[in-house]
């Protein structure tokens, strides 16, 4: 029996020209998104005037582009100008045209303002159709690798030590290339070789600057409690034990590191079992009833999670209203925030966890001496000892069992579905630009998966 295949004739062009409506289904991600981007304002853009009256793309387009390239994992303006060839829903999302990559990055550089207004934006529409009622919340953070190698560090002694050396090779170079030119010598290479160091010793300089910046801003956040502690001592007079407080340091000391690639990601590693890295902290606040959305975010250069539980709360958007109830781990536990929140916020109940959730876990198949088992440390604070009681009730347990279900996917979803691992901005205030708009993201991609996409093709 003859087999018989489809013809698959690649030279006959179309009778007429396609419709990409046709090619991309209705449920597809792409009709969710230009619906939820178009209701935000022109004014909230900041469109790149070029002064040649060309004319240019429309923001609204640009904004849901990079939203739906970001969903789908494409994060590089190269690989997202890529994608409007040759992804079928990307090509209708931009009606067939072709933004160059310098026109996605530029657009991305300067429109966060319109990213951060879009996530409050989403966030309303999600309580509009009914999808986000804001009860309790869990707060975590991860670190995500910086657009920088860790091998570009360098300490404050050795950037004093190279900044001395350069400066000693570039008037060498100077001198060398003033008496070449009252002889016959060429001195052509000479320039080349002077730029090249006093580009380096311009590097060394900001980095030195920037490190004692970083030293006296640290010094005059520290000189409060400082003040504190020695009015204390004095009050005690001849009570007073133990050595005198030390008083802040405004200079920065020999083995603080700065990055030469971007100066403000820190070296930062999850545990002992892990090496460092070069990256950010990122927080995020995630609704823990049954949208999993993220209500709020922010982004840190400190490598812990501690402090940061009253930034996290503060992050989510007014408008969205404010939680009843916070779930977070040990990373977050400090008992002077716990006295503020308690004071100021006495609505809000939190729950966090107070030792590391593995120390006082049951250990069924531990065979182990009960002296070689590392048991947790007794809590003598009579704040965090309220608040380790508190999680050992019954309710307590049920409460904070959301946490791990509910912000641990979260990140999960961001790092291994969106793909999202690394940023590829520099500087905190465009990392912290490109985080808001990683979360955007996800929350589109949830309230589709929630759908919303048909609820809203409905109401409009």
Not at 84 to 113: E, G, K, M, Q, S
Not at 254 to 267: F, G, H, S, Y
Not at 353 to 364: K, P
Request: hydrophobic share 40%; aromatic share 6%; glycine share 4%.
């Amino acid at each position: 029996m003859a087999h018989r295949f489809k013809n698959t004739d690649r030279a006959t062009p179309l009778l007429l020209p396609p419709d990409l409506r046709d090619w991309v289904a209705e449920d597809d991600l792409v009709h969710f998104i230009l619906q939820a981007v178009e209701r935000l304002p022109l004014t909230t853009f900041a469109v790149n005037r070029k002064g040649t009256g060309d004319e240019q793309y429309p923001p609204h387009t640009m904004l849901a582009l990079l939203i739906y390239c970001y969903a789908n994992g494409i994060f590089s303006s190269r690989r997202i100008e890529r994608a409007t060839y040759r992804d079928v829903a990307v090509r209708y999302l931009t009606a067939d045209t072709h933004p160059d990559h310098d026109t996605i990055c530029t657009f991305r550089r300067n429109n966060f303002d319109a990213i951060a207004a879009a996530f409050v934006d989403v966030l309303e529409l999600a309580q509009e159709l009914k999808l986000l009622q804001l009860g309790t919340v869990s707060l975590d953070g991860t670190h995500l690798k910086a657009s920088a190698s860790k091998d570009k560090n360098v300490t404050y002694a050795r950037a004093q030590q190279l900044r001395t050396q350069l400066r000693q090779d570039v008037n060498d170079l100077l001198a060398q290339a003033e008496r070449a030119d009252q002889t016959s010598d060429d001195p052509q290479a000479l320039p080349q070789a002077i730029a090249r160091r006093e580009k380096l010793l311009a590097k060394m300089d900001a980095a030195c600057a920037r490190l004692e910046a970083r030293a006296q801003a640290r010094a005059l956040a520290e000189r409060a409690d400082y003040e504190a502690k020695v009015a204390a001592r004095a009050q005690r007079a001849g009570s007073a034990k133990g050595p005198a407080p030390k008083p802040p340091v405004a200079t920065p000391a020999p083995d603080e590191q700065i990055n030469l690639t971007d100066p403000d990601a820190r070296l930062m590693r999850k545990s002992k079992r892990e090496s460092y890295t070069q990256s950010y902290n990122c927080q995020a606040v995630v609704d823990a009833g049954s949208s999993r959305l993220i209500v709020g975010q922010r982004l840190t250069d400190c490598a812990s999670d501690a402090g940061q539980l009253e930034p996290d709360l503060q992050s989510i958007p007014t408008s969205v209203g404010t939680p009843t109830a916070a779930l977070a781990d040990c990373g977050f536990a400090d008992k002077e925030v716990f006295a503020h929140l308690n004071a100021e916020r006495p609505d809000l109940d939190l729950y966090v966890s107070v030792h590391r959730e593995d120390a006082h876990a049951e250990r069924r198949y531990d065979f182990r001496p009960a002296d070689k088992i590392k048991q947790p440390k007794t809590i003598k604070d009579p704040v965090l000892q309220a608040m380790a009681e508190k999680l050992k009730t019954p309710a307590g347990k049920t409460i904070y069992r959301q946490r791990a279900c509910t912000v641990e996917p979260v990140f999960g979803i961001i790092k291994a579905v969106l793909g999202f691992r690394q940023f590829l901005l520099r500087g905190l205030a465009k990392v912290s630009g490109e985080w808001n708009l990683v979360c955007l993201a996800y929350n589109l991609k949830r309230l589709h998966r929630l759908g919303a996409g048909a609820t809203l093709a409905l109401a409009s």
